[in-house]
Nanobody
Framework: QVQLVESGGGLVQAGGSLRLSCAASGSGFSFDAMGWYRQAPGKQRELVAAIHSGGKTNYADSVKGRFTISRDNAKNTVYLQMNSLKPEDTAVYYC???????????????WGQGTQVTVSS
């Protein structure tokens, strides 16, 4: 079965940078869309950034100009480069993907296990 494995989270000071990675295990599928969500304590999960099969991207207003989403199709991996981090960016970040397996008609949706990002002041 396809799984999403996240890495790159950690503790960083305000103004610093982190790069999150999300790798899809296995083979024989294509990416329709991939994105990053985050959930802070006591708050709802929200979309941070997404990238679609044609390369189109979209971002939450709170991260525009600071975060960049990208993908490497050869590695089945999506990245989130986070610069100028703020304490309010502290959250668990989740990878999400719509993937279509070879031989299937429709895409399936997958979630990663989450990775903690903590920004200190």
């Amino acid at each position: 079965q396809v799984q999403l494995v996240e890495s790159g989270g950690g503790l960083v000071q305000a103004g610093g940078s982190l790069r999150l990675s999300c790798a899809a295990s296995g083979s024989g599928f294509s990416f329709d869309a991939m994105g990053w969500y985050r959930q802070a304590p006591g708050k709802q999960r929200e979309l941070v950034a997404a990238i679609h099969s044609g390369g189109k991207t979209n971002y939450a207003d709170s991260v525009k100009g600071r975060f960049t989403i990208s993908r490497d199709n050869a590695k089945n991996t999506v990245y989130l480069q986070m610069n100028s981090l703020k304490p309010e960016d502290t959250a668990v970040y989740y990878c999400n993907a719509d993937l279509t397996l070879v031989g299937s008609w429709n895409p399936d949706n997958y979630w990663g296990q989450g990775t903690q990002v903590t920004v200190s002041s």
